[in-house]
């Protein structure tokens, strides 16, 4: 195989695998604001173990849990379960 045609398909890769990881980023922001409420409760976030206050933007997860916004968007980016009970998020 050409020395040429191996560099070529090396950074071909390494572009599609950029294009897929912010194309996954872009999807999961916008799915986001599917879930995203003004909290009319106080709890806790259990990602960082702060008060989510009334009317802080908290997103809810399909197993009903809150997370500050903030929180859980970290979280996703490494796990798409629920940090409370593991339930799987389909994004």
Excluded: A, S
Aim: charged share 20%; glycine share 2%.
């Amino acid at each position: 195989m050409d020395i040429n045609i191996l560099i070529f398909l090396i950074v071909l890769i390494k572009i599609l695998k950029f294009i897929y990881n912010l194309l996954r980023k872009i999807y999961i922001k916008i799915r986001f604001y599917n879930y995203i409420y003004k909290n009319d409760i106080e709890t806790e976030c259990v990602i960082c173990l702060d008060m989510i206050n009334l009317n802080d933007n908290v997103y809810i997860t399909e197993c009903g849990h809150r997370y500050h916004l903030n929180c859980i968007i970290p979280w996703f980016k490494e796990q798409l379960t629920c940090p409370l009970c593991r339930f799987q998020i389909i994004l």
